[in-house]
């Protein structure tokens, strides 16, 4: 691409997205740091800075030690290595349950900082007067309902949403409050498919499915699990690469030219300055 039509590319907006509704899906992967979002940036509408950072990068157990700091270094870092795709910032764990004042200051926080286009808060029931006040507030809010990973400790683990009566009635009055407290968009993640199905035809918002159904009007995964780097993958995962092997026989074969001195060769040495 030449510089002026680097120049020219312009980022997709909240509003972008909100105009997919029943379009074209919408396609989308979680990054953290700046080579990963370049890659990516060609193919996908919007990046993810998720906390999943925490287990993708930081090997934590679970979402629930990551922090503002955290979002802030990896979210500046996306912002760099990306042009077209809007980015989202994950806010995490405690750092927008307390009250409304308490969201609309970190949200703010983490815009500025980072430069990002939007942020995405776990929206359980407790969530929909600060959605509403962060919008009023022009603040761009991607909900995530369904399974929330944040709640793990609060669930005991992570369990798939919308199989019961009780649970699909959750989700779905969950969703149409946060169709109505203006969320642009809304992920569902680990809901039964039928249930996702219905979400997506209920609200005016697009849907965007993680393990819930290929009727969401798009899709996100988690970029590592999709490159096939961890050594398991979740039903709701196509591995679309297997960068684990790759990566584990480059380091073989790096540490086996390092015993024989098959390298460096000689060009990858500096020979002396010929005067
Ligand atoms: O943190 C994350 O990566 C997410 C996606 C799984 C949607 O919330």
């Keep these: 691409m030449s510089a002026q039509a680097q120049a020219s590319v312009k980022r997709l907006t909240p509003l972008d997205i909100r105009s997919r509704k029943s379009a074209e899906p919408i396609v989308s992967l979680t990054a953290y740091d700046t080579p990963m979002a370049a890659l990516m940036d060609p193919y996908v509408d919007f990046i993810l800075v998720g906390d999943s950072v925490g287990m993708a990068v930081h090997g934590l157990p679970n979402t629930v030690p990551v922090t503002l700091e955290m979002m802030i270094l990896h979210g500046q870092a996306v912002m760099r290595g990306s042009r077209r795709a809007l980015v989202v910032i994950d806010m995490p764990f405690g750092s927008y349950e307390r009250s409304k004042e308490q969201a609309f200051e970190n949200c703010v926080r983490v815009l500025k900082e980072t430069g990002a286009g939007a942020v995405k808060l776990e929206t359980g ?46 989700v779905l009055a969950e969703a149409r409050a946060m169709d109505e407290a203006g969320a642009f968009a809304m992920v569902v993640e680990g809901v039964a498919e039928p249930v996702a199905c219905e979400v997506t035809g209920q609200v005016c918002v697009p849907t965007i499915g993680i393990g819930a159904s290929a009727t969401c009007d798009g899709q996100i995964l988690v970029v590592h699990d999709m490159l096939g780097l961890f050594d398991q993958t979740p039903k709701f995962v196509k591995r679309y690469s297997d960068f684990r092997e790759q990566a584990r026989s480059a380091f073989e074969a790096y540490a086996e030219d390092v015993r024989r001195r098959a390298f460096p060769g000689s060009e990858h040495v500096y020979g002396a300055k010929t005067i």
Excluded at 140 to 162: M, W
């Design 125 to 170: 029931e407790a969530m929909v007067e600060t959605v509403r006040y962060l919008v009023g507030r022009d603040i761009p809010v991607l909900a995530h309902i369904g399974l929330r990973p944040q709640a793990v400790l609060a669930e005991g683990g992570f369990r798939t949403k919308g199989r019961d009566a009780t649970s699909s009635a959750r």
